[in-house]
């Protein structure tokens, strides 16, 4: 892949990254693990710039780790009540109507399908 | 109203039954994104012929009865087939504009409830950019359009893909907020509403939606490859899962995810090609075409019966 995770996208965009790849990780991560688990060309002081920003605005909590701070996804009230929204739109079976989602139910049959083409793509 | 007009009005009646074969092929013959277009408006004009020609049919019923005819200030008989041929075809016209209403209605007012609701609850938070993570161990991702978009992502989706995977996801579901996708999913919905032929098109309109956010993922991301992983990944992720959600009735033909992979995957797939396209439009157009017809010679008669016109 190309750096597509490039410094030219949205500041918006980066962020999204960040918090992602803080969630993904079970465990705090350091702006240099953060680096290294997006996979892209950001620089390392761009890293450290989001990670802070986003600390500022009570997204993440850090503990101290070595001479810096290692990144951890808060568990805010705002997060609570997304998982209640969450919860509350699972139960409208029929909310693919008006949200698209990013995969619908797997038909039988599908899984071996999807693991055979899979297989293929790796190829 | 002519048996002439009758007839002529049951061909929007019966021109949706032709748009499912016809919907299925455009999906595999057109680029997905003129594809949704071309489905969302031929099934906008089908839908809305098909409405036109049932009240028309439900009006000339109703001038039969003498207080209508009153108060339509009719001063000759309207000019009708026979009464055992109309007043069946207006009665079940009028039970079929009521039932669609009837659902139309209930399931709109639900939507729009659960959508107004997730809305509220989204706004006001601080998010990283659009993101909004959910912690549940279910892998699921959509994106909430409005102002302004947002994604919403479960952390078991979060953790199921790795780096760039999830930035295809991000992009995928960007990508439908960008263009606006869920104004095409209502109107499939409520075209779904009017003709049960149209349902099977909500299908595919839904699923040309889905391979055109794909396609814009694949772009954004610059890799196919990465793109088809990461919603096979999603998608076998959901199902290791036990899931609380129903199970859709198992279909005898492959479901929408492998033929999304299979589509990012095998590159060389036939040139698009526009017959299928306009074999809809010609057959929308028709529909449009014929209810127009049918609607002015309907006025004209009850013109004719108001005395205005001389016939």
Known sequence: ?123 | MTVSLLTLLLVPLLLPFAAPPLARRALDRLAPAPALWTLTSCALALAASCTIALGSLVLTGLLELPPFAALGELVHPLRTPPNLLLLPAAALATGALTFSACTLGRNALRQLGAFRDSRTQANGHPAAGDLCVVESPHPDAYALPGRPHRIIVTTAMLRSLDATEREALFAHERAHNNAGHHYFLALAELTAHCHPALRAVRTDIRFAAERAADEAAATAVGDRGITARAIARAALAGSAAPSTRPAFAPGATTGPVPRRVAALLVPGRSRPRAAVAVALAVGALLSTGVTTTAVLGVHHQVEVAQGDVRH
């Open chain 1, 1 to 123: 892949m190309t750096d597509a995770l490039d410094e030219r996208r949205p500041a918006g965009e980066l962020e999204a990254a960040v918090m992602a790849a803080l969630w993904a990780a079970d465990a705090p991560l350091t702006p240099g693990r953060v680096q290294e688990a997006l996979a892209s060309g950001l620089a390392r002081t761009t890293v450290t710039t989001i990670l802070s920003r986003l600390h500022e605005k009570g997204m993440t909590g850090r503990v101290r780790q070595g001479r810096g701070y290692a990144y951890f996804p808060a568990q805010d009230a705002p997060g609570l009540t997304a998982r209640r929204m969450h919860t509350e739109l699972d139960r409208d079976t029929d909310r693919e109507t008006v949200l698209a989602r990013f995969v619908a139910q797997l038909e039988p049959g599908d899984e071996e399908l999807l693991r055979r083409l899979l297989e293929t793509g790796d190829r």
